[in-house]
Nanobody
Framework: QVQLVESGGDLVQPGGSLKLSCAASGSVFGAYDMGWYRQTPGKQRELVATITSGGTTNYADSVKGRFTISRDNAKNTVYLQMDSLKPEDTAVYYC????????????WGQGTQVTVSS
């Protein structure tokens, strides 16, 4: 079992930056692939960025070059550095932990609101 708690969401002006954090507890953090997803009202949750247990990263085309995902296994935390924010980045951002042992198991945080507006 893994518990995920996101933090760092805020109101920011276009062009600004934010850093989201996701603290994990309850299991071996380093074994999990981690990710950030986002969702706006009426739309499906979409992938933003992922980082595997080995450190390989993947980004949605819409955030490539602007967002950076990283992890600190010693602190059981995954981060999302968001730069050059745009109004279309406004969403609730969710942290995800995934592991496959015989079957794939996903854990989700409660989400943190990011609003990009002037």
């Amino acid at each position: 079992q893994v518990q995920l708690v996101e933090s760092g969401g805020d109101l920011v002006q276009p062009g600004g930056s934010l850093k989201l954090s996701c603290a994990a507890s309850g299991s071996v953090f380093g074994a999990y692939d981690m990710g950030w997803y986002r969702q706006t009202p009426g739309k499906q949750r979409e992938l933003v960025a992922t980082i595997t247990s080995g450190g390989t990263t993947n980004y949605a085309d819409s955030v490539k070059g602007r967002f950076t995902i990283s992890r600190d296994n010693a602190k059981n935390t995954v981060y999302l550095q968001m730069d050059s924010l745009k109004p279309e980045d406004t969403a609730v951002y969710y942290c995800n932990a995934q592991i496959t042992i015989f079957r794939t198991i996903n854990y989700w945080g409660q989400g943190t609101q990011v609003t990009v507006s002037s």
